[in-house]
């Protein structure tokens, strides 16, 4: 897949019916460099009445030629050279487009390519024109609206980014590529809210890539993501959108007022919505209290297809029977036949946690977003030493090109590692001692953390640098 944040209505020769340029709005949210903002947001104020008040075909597009002809076919083969070229020579991709035009004014595929080229160099207001012009001649296709969408937000301009973001699943409301762009803009502009939280549900079980989906995952599980829940519950094992098998192992915290009796039912459900498991989580401490107390529960079940989507249901224990009582925490999961740490043909699964650039929900960065990658790795008895280990060997040059980041220098070993009573005690070569700042070491901290925290026998991390614990990592 080519890397890219907007989308391409001309599609490769080999799959014409798809868009090729989709990926994970890396730019949203970055300074424009080419163009001061304060300029680009004023020509954005005028954009609607100069995009409204062309009535010709001369005045369509004032940068084409007002003699072009009208060959279609000819515009979309130049639209198809020009895609073909457009990651490795912008020049020619341009040169191409305009001559696509020159040939039909009005093939909308390629004012949307062109559009994607000017994102690409910041040049926004002509970016923007082109999307507009797209999204005239091609109205039921989203990705103009997308796209113009992705400039707006670049330009700063939110409001209209929603607005663009909208227009687009009006055209077609499951377009998961836009859901991705209204979900990660609504967390960056802090305006969390129950419709947030079916978007990311949605990412997580169908979202455009593996790094679309962890994104979904960790946002969801991360504590300042407003679920409505999170005062009352909070669940550590699984995570939303894990693959889970039989026997789950289901583990938190929850508010005294959740139990009754030191207990409350969690169902396991189907994508059907039918109730495959139900068993007690039990309390791990004193229950009569409205504070948070431990709690677990084990459920047993013959596992539906693997890949098909389930639900995870935290039912708060009511007595009274009385609907105004009555309360549920609902998870996100998908059932398989593997597990991190658990081997299947030789290999076993484990996450590694990294940072990205692209990802993170705050624009000026957050120290402790970190997102999951996958690696499999030769059969262990340790998968939690094989964790820490690929966590050391850092991303792939692929997840390096994708936004994918390490805190933690090269040249850092694991000195030992032992599990014991649920705790994860870990020794580091003297190589790790050069952590720096307080953000880079709450950063490392935070990787290393959850990468073993993916384990059930995990509970809580210590880490030590050749024996020293004091102070160790400690912003």
């Known amino acids: 897949m080519r890397r890219g944040a907007v989308n391409s209505s001309a599609a490769p020769r080999r799959d014409r019916g798809l868009c090729s340029h989709s990926g994970n709005l890396r730019f949203?949210?970055?300074?424009?460099?080419?163009?001061?903002?304060?300029?680009?947001?004023?020509?954005?104020?005028?954009?609607?009445?100069?995009?409204?008040?062309?009535?010709?075909?001369?005045?369509?597009?004032?940068?084409?030629?007002?003699?072009?002809?009208?060959?279609?076919?000819?515009?979309?083969?130049?639209?198809?050279?020009?895609?073909?070229?457009?990651?490795?020579d912008s020049a020619k991709a341009e040169e191409l487009l305009n001559a696509a035009l020159k040939a039909d004014l009005y093939h909308g595929p390629a004012h949307n390519d062109l559009g994607v080229l000017y994102l690409r160099q910041s040049r926004l207001y002509e970016a923007a024109n082109e999307f507009e012009l797209a999204?005239?001649?091609?109205?039921?296709?989203?990705?103009?609206?997308?796209?113009?969408?992705?400039?707006?937000?670049k330009a700063g301009l939110n409001?209209?980014?929603?607005?663009?973001?909208?227009?687009?699943?009006?055209?077609?409301?499951?377009?998961?590529?836009?859901?991705?762009?209204?979900?990660?803009?609504?967390?960056r502009t802090d305006r969390k809210n129950d419709r947030l939280m079916g978007m990311l549900e949605d990412i997580t079980l169908r979202g455009e890539t593996n790094h679309w989906r962890h994104w979904a995952q960790d946002q969801m599980s991360r504590s300042k993501i407003a679920t409505g829940k999170t005062s009352l519950l909070r669940v550590t094992t699984p995570r939303t959108g894990n693959t889970v098998t039989s026997p789950l192992r289901v583990s938190g915290e929850a508010r005294g007022t959740w139990f009754f009796e030191a207990n409350f039912p969690v169902r396991l459900l189907n994508q059907d919505g039918q109730e495959i498991a139900i068993a007690p989580a039990e309390a791990r401490g004193e229950w009569m209290t409205e504070n948070f107390v431990p709690f677990e529960a084990v459920l047993e079940f013959s596992a539906p297809a693997p890949g098909t989507s389930g639900t995870l249901v935290l039912?708060?224990?009511?007595?009274?029977?009385?609907?105004?009582?009555?309360?549920?925490?609902?998870?996100?999961?998908?059932?398989?036949?593997?597990?991190?740490?658990?081997?299947?043909?030789?290999?076993?699964?484990?996450?590694?946690?990294?940072?990205?650039?692209?990802?993170?929900?705050?624009?000026?960065?957050?120290?402790?977003?970190?997102?999951?990658?996958?690696?499999?790795?030769?059969?262990?008895?340790?998968?939690?030493?094989?964790?820490?280990?690929?966590?050391?060997?850092?991303?792939?040059?692929?997840?390096?090109?994708?936004?994918?980041?390490?805190?933690?220098?090269?040249?850092?070993?694991?000195?030992?590692?032992?599990?014991?009573?649920?705790?994860?005690?870990?020794d580091f070569s003297e190589e790790m001692e050069r952590a720096g700042d307080s953000c880079r070491m709450s950063a490392i901290r935070a990787q290393i953390d959850a990468s073993l925290r993916q384990f059930p026998t995990v509970q809580s991390v210590r880490i030590s640098i050749v024996g020293k614990t004091e102070n160790i990592l400690q912003p």
């Open 28 to 88: 949203a949210g970055h300074t424009l460099r080419s163009v001061p903002v304060k300029y680009v947001v004023a020509a954005f104020i005028l954009l609607p009445c100069i995009s409204s008040c062309t009535s010709s075909s001369a005045r369509i597009s004032p940068t084409h030629d007002d003699d072009a002809s009208h060959d279609p076919g000819k515009a979309h083969e130049l639209t198809l050279e020009a895609l073909d070229v457009i990651e490795s």
């Open 315 to 426: 039912e708060k224990n009511n007595p009274s029977g009385l609907s105004e009582q009555a309360d549920e925490f609902l998870m996100p999961v998908r059932f398989g036949t593997t597990e991190p740490g658990e081997s299947s043909a030789g290999v076993s699964l484990v996450q590694a946690y990294f940072g990205n650039h692209g990802m993170a929900v705050d624009a000026k960065g957050d120290c402790e977003a970190i997102f999951p990658v996958v690696r499999t790795v030769p059969r262990t008895q340790g998968p939690a030493r094989a964790a820490l280990e690929a966590l050391l060997a850092g991303p792939t040059p692929e997840e390096k090109a994708q936004g994918y980041f390490t805190s933690i220098d090269a040249g850092v070993r694991v000195r030992g590692l032992i599990i014991k009573n649920g705790v994860a005690t870990v």
């Open 159 to 187: 409001e209209r980014a929603f607005d663009a973001y909208n227009a687009a699943l009006e055209v077609s409301p499951e377009h998961i590529r836009t859901i991705q762009a209204i979900a990660r803009l609504t967390l």
């Open 135 to 153: 999204r005239k001649l091609m109205p039921g296709n989203p990705d103009p609206r997308l796209n113009l969408g992705l400039t707006l937000e």
